[in-house]
């Protein structure tokens, strides 16, 4: 089946600093996903991409899609305390109906 | 309604006992998808509808797991004869027929095997 690696597993940040995070996966997908997980509840997207290369900002977050369709990074600026949680990649392949999920990444803010 | 639904938040069952855990869609929603997580790791797949029909189980982890869907609406995931690996929090996403990608999740119900 497909596997998708995310890295780093978890992170330790001073308040302000950048983050990044990313995803590989064994094949092509044609969407990659970010979403963040806290405590007590349900994944929420973050960032959608769609396309090859596309480059994607909401806020202080960053995504993009690899041009080789298997990987994804996210960059979160100027972390602040509330960044706090579980980030997770997810992608899927073209004709599948189902997400794979990247197996997160727990993210700590220092204030 | 207003987001995804899941009920029992928590269920504490013991071993051998059959469990069901229900989902409420968003209004509208055409499919729906259930997904397991366990302590510290990411989602695994289980089974995915669209309407009522299921064209993909391939993510249920053995006869135990069954999943229904009525009306094009709620869903129930029963396991059966419960062991405590099945120990986990169950969540379920639903999102439009249209555009790809974009699922939105309950906040799980969270199964403990004894």
């Known amino acids: 089946g497909q596997q998708l690696n995310q890295s780093p597993q978890s992170m330790f940040i001073q308040e302000g600093e950048d983050v990044s995070m990313n995803c590989t996966s064994s094949s092509i997908f044609n969407t990659w996903l970010w979403y963040k997980q806290e405590p007590g509840e349900g994944p929420v997207l973050l960032i959608a991409?769609?396309?090859?290369?596309e480059l994607t900002s909401n806020g202080r977050l960053t995504a993009q899609f690899g041009i080789t369709r298997k990987d994804s990074f996210l960059n979160i600026s100027a972390s602040i305390p509330s960044d706090v949680g579980i980030y997770f990649c997810a992608g899927r392949a073209a004709g599948a109906n189902n997400l794979f999920f990247g197996t997160g990444t727990r993210l700590t803010v220092i204030p | 309604g207003a987001g995804v639904s899941q009920s029992p938040s928590n269920k504490v069952t013991e071993k051998g006992k059959d469990v069901e855990l229900r989902c409420d869609p968003i209004?509208?929603?055409?499919?729906l998808y259930w997904y397991r997580q366990s302590l510290g790791q990411g989602l695994e797949f289980l089974i995915y509808?669209?309407?009522?029909?299921?064209?993909?189980k391939s993510g249920l982890p053995s006869d135990r797991f069954s999943a229904e869907r009525t009306g094009g609406s709620v869903s129930t995931l029963t396991i059966q004869r419960t062991q405590q690996e099945d120990s986990a929090v169950y969540l379920c996403?639903?999102?439009?027929?249209?555009?790809?990608?974009?699922?939105?999740f309950g906040e799980g119900s969270r199964l403990t095997v004894l």
């Open positions: 209004s509208g929603h055409t499919a």
């Open positions: 991409l769609y396309k090859a290369g």
């Open positions: 996403a639903s999102k439009w027929g249209g555009r790809d990608g974009e699922l939105f």
């Open positions: 509808f669209q309407g009522n029909s299921a064209p993909d």
